[in-house]
């Protein structure tokens, strides 16, 4: 039996995933989440149930009572930029013209650790006030910029994974790699320093296709063979432009997908984000060696990239999780990103020379994109993104009155769908009152101070 220290019990509302493959989501209206410090160190679930059932079996359990809030697990982002921060809600004609004018200026900031230092607090923090406890982010070309997010992420006991980016071409100057094999030992260099170390991790990152060299990617790809719990990241086919400048780059690939494949980057614990424009081939490649897609829904409409395809994701059994593209995304709330997945799969899609009509995303399917189904796309399922014992300790509470339009429609409500569905469209980050992280509340919201009840 595993033991813990220091257990302490949260009375409240809770929701979870049971099943951490399934997206049935179980709601308790009075419930305890009981947790405790591993032998590790790591803050984990260690049991979860109706309060009238669970709490006799802890006497004397230090209980915090958020009585009319409701316990849900932390939500994982599966793909965001964090020097991107600043760059949200910057208009252009598609994704070429917004890396060239907004996107690749900006990313040049990062060279000074300091100013790296300053945006990487602020990302952080506005992460856990709309309740993100683990994403997988983009740094930017300079090393140091890894550097500062992975302190500040361990400072904030984070599980979080990061990488310096490989563009080695087409990129301007203060943001080109300018010696490709220094790029790559810069990265190794990297993954020694960090990956692994408490909760961090380590993605190797080219940041996509028409911006590296073959030698890059497939140098990439050879570290991603040598280090094979180091994650990858990536874009692929988010843009109709990007993709022809992808095929006469390399006319001997297949697909865009079939670049990374040939360079060694596409396995196992590799994510691509957007993944709109792929055929049934590359949905099918991406499943069989256990690739997934970071779908972002935010972005693909501010910058008109396209639609994904959830129908023909799932019959290909491509595993996808949900994402915020920030700073081509425009929201941090998963509440938001989870509303436009739900306005994207409506849409009908041309399809084999005809119309598919839209599909009605359930909400537990969409809360689920966002927390257990994304870690496990992120090969992290049963550590994050649910609340079944094992778990590490990372959850939100929500406050289902925050706003009094909230407080009204979701009093309003008869089903769990029905409660779900109405704070993903009406909420934000008044929505998270608090953010629980390895245990320890860390940003009191709306709601006020905690109260420490004893049971
Ligand atoms: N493709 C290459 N770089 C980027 C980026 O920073 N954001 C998005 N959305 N797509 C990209
Ligand atoms: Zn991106």
Redesign the pocket.
């Known amino acids: 039996m595993t033991t813990h220290s220091h257990l302490q019990g949260w009375r409240a509302g809770l929701l979870w995933f049971p099943d951490p493959q399934s997206p049935q989501a179980r709601h308790e209206s009075d419930g305890l989440l009981v947790t405790g410090q591993s032998a590790d160190g790591i803050v984990r679930v260690v049991a979860i149930g109706p309060w009238a059932t669970l709490h006799s079996n802890y006497p004397n359990l230090p209980t915090t009572h958020w009585p009319g809030l409701c316990i849900a697990p932390g939500f994982v982002d599966l793909h965001v930029?964090y020097p991107?921060t600043d760059v949200i809600g910057s208009p252009a004609d598609g994704?070429l013209p917004w890396?060239e004018h907004y996107?690749f200026p900006h990313e040049k900031h990062f060279s000074d650790p300091g100013y790296a230092h300053e945006v990487t607090s602020f990302f952080l923090d506005e992460l856990m006030r709309n309740g993100v406890t683990t994403a997988l982010c983009f740094a930017t070309a300079h090393p140091e910029s890894v550097d500062v997010f992975m302190m500040e992420a361990q400072k904030r006991r984070l599980r979080m994974v990061t990488g310096k980016v490989l563009q080695d071409r087409h990129s301007p100057d203060g943001l080109r790699d300018t010696d490709t094999d220094l790029s790559l030992r810069q990265t190794e260099d990297l993954i020694r320093r960090w990956h692994g170390v408490d909760r961090l991790g380590y993605a190797i990152t080219p940041?996509?296709a028409p911006t590296s060299s073959d030698a890059q990617l497939h140098g990439a790809g050879e570290i991603a063979q040598q280090f094979p719990d180091v994650w990858v990241q990536s874009?692929v086919a988010?843009n109709l432009d990007e993709i022809r400048w992808v095929h006469d780059l390399f006319p001997e690939a297949r697909s865009y997908l079939d670049v990374y494949d040939r360079a060694g980057l596409l396995r196992q614990r590799s994510v691509y984000?957007h993944c709109i424009y792929l055929d049934e081939t590359d949905r099918r490649r991406m499943a069989e060696v256990g690739a997934s897609a970071a779908v972002s829904p935010t972005?693909n409409l501010f910058?008109g990239s396209g639609f994904f395809d959830f129908v023909a994701s799932d019959a290909a059994g491509l595993r996808y999780g949900l994402a915020s593209?920030v700073g081509?995304g425009t929201s941090f709330s998963p509440f938001h990103t989870m509303h436009a997945a739900y306005t994207v799969a409506r849409q009908s899609v041309e399809s084999q020379g005809g119309y598919r009509p839209g599909m009605s995303l359930a909400p537990e399917h969409l809360w689920w994109q966002h927390t257990a189904g994304a870690a496990a796309a992120l090969d992290l399922g049963g550590q994050v993104g649910n609340l079944l014992p094992g778990c590490e300790a990372d959850f939100v509470l929500l406050d289902p009155k925050a706003t009094p339009l909230l407080a009204r429609r979701t009093a309003q409500t008869e089903t769990l769908a029905e409660w779900l569905f109405a704070l993903i469209v009406l909420g934000d980050d008044r929505l998270i009152a608090h953010t629980v992280v390895q245990g320890q509340p860390v940003n009191i919201g709306p709601v006020g101070g905690l109260s420490d009840n004893r049971a």
Do not use: K
Request: net charge negative; aromatic share 8%; glycine share 8%.
């Open positions: 930029h991107q994704l890396l996107t940041r996509f874009h988010e984000a972005s910058l593209d081509g």
